[in-house]
T-cell receptor, first 110, second 114 residues
C-alpha cells in the first residue's frame, strides 16, 4: 500500500484557471510534509514544508495547506511557467526518510 | 553555490558492465540518499547515509552498493548492470541527520542499460 497518494495524476489548465492538487498520506506520526516542483530533465526543487494540521504556506501563485490526513497545493491564476510535476513527500517519526508520491503533472495552456 | 552535484548526466551501459555514479555536496550535510525515478513509480529510495562511515538500505537496494568515506561524497555503484536498472538517478542531501529540514537534490543521472 502506498504511503503517499497524489491526485490527479495529470491536469491541464487554461491560463488563469485556478485548481488544487491533493496529497494524502496513510501513516500516523507525521514529522513533516514537503512539496517539490520538478521540471523535465531536472531534479526536484523544494517549495514548502508543512509540520502540523492547519498550517499554510504561500509562494507567489502557490499555496500549500495541511490537514491530519492530506495536503493541498492550490494554484491560483496559473501561468504557463507553472507547468511542472509537483511532488509530495512525507517524513515520519522514527526515521529521516522521505516517502514520495508519484506526482501531479500540471500543464498550463496559454 | 554548487549544492548537490551529480556526474555523469547521461550514461549508456551494456548489460554486465559496472560503473559508479558520483554525488558530491558542499553544504556539510550529514544525511545523503540515492533515489531512482521511473515513469509511474515516483521516487524510490535505494540507499542512504546518516554520516561518514554509516550507510543503510532503502526500499530498492538490490544491485547497488554505496559507501560514505567523507561527509561530502556518496557514490552509488552498479556492480553488474541490468536493463531493469535503466532509470533516472537522483542524489539528495539534508541536514542534520536527525532534523526535519528539506532535502536538496542534484540534477540527476539518466542511465540506460542495453
Amino acid at each position: 500500500e502506498d504511503q503517499v497518494t497524489q491526485s490527479p495524476e495529470a491536469l491541464r489548465l487554461q491560463e488563469g484557471e485556478s485548481s488544487s492538487l491533493n496529497c494524502s498520506y496513510t501513516v500516523s506520526g507525521l514529522r513533516g510534509l514537503f512539496w517539490y516542483r520538478q521540471d523535465p530533465g531536472k531534479g526536484p526543487e523544494f517549495l514548502f514544508t508543512l509540520y502540523s494540521a492547519g498550517e499554510e504556506k504561500e509562494k507567489e501563485r502557490l499555496k500549500a495547506t495541511l490537514t491530519k490526513k492530506e495536503s493541498f497545493l492550490h494554484i491560483t491564476a496559473p501561468k504557463p511557467e507553472d507547468s511542472a510535476t509537483y511532488l509530495c513527500a512525507v517524513r515520519y517519526y522514527g526515521n529521516n526518510r522521505l516517502a514520495f508520491g508519484k506526482g501531479n503533472q500540471v500543464v498550463v495552456i496559454p | 553555490n554548487a549544492g548537490v552535484t551529480q556526474t555523469p548526466k547521461f550514461q549508456v551501459l551494456k548489460t554486465g558492465q559496472s560503473m559508479t555514479l558520483q554525488c558530491a555536496q558542499d553544504m556539510n550535510h550529514e544525511y545523503m540518499s540515492w533515489y531512482r525515478q521511473d515513469p509511474g513509480m515516483g521516487l524510490r529510495l535505494i540507499h542512504y547515509s546518516v554520516g561518514a562511515g554509516i550507510t543503510d538500505q532503502g526500499e530498492v537496494p538490490n544491485g547497488y552498493n554505496v559507501s560514505r568515506s567523507t561527509t561530502e561524497d556518496f557514490p552509488l555503484r552498479l556492480l553488474s548492470a541490468a536493463p531493469s536498472q535503466t532509470s533516472v538517478y537522483f542524489c539528495a542531501s539534508s541536514d542534520p541527520a536527525g532534523g526535519n529540514t528539506e532535502a536538496f537534490f542534484g540534477q540527476g543521472t539518466r542511465l540506460t542499460v542495453v
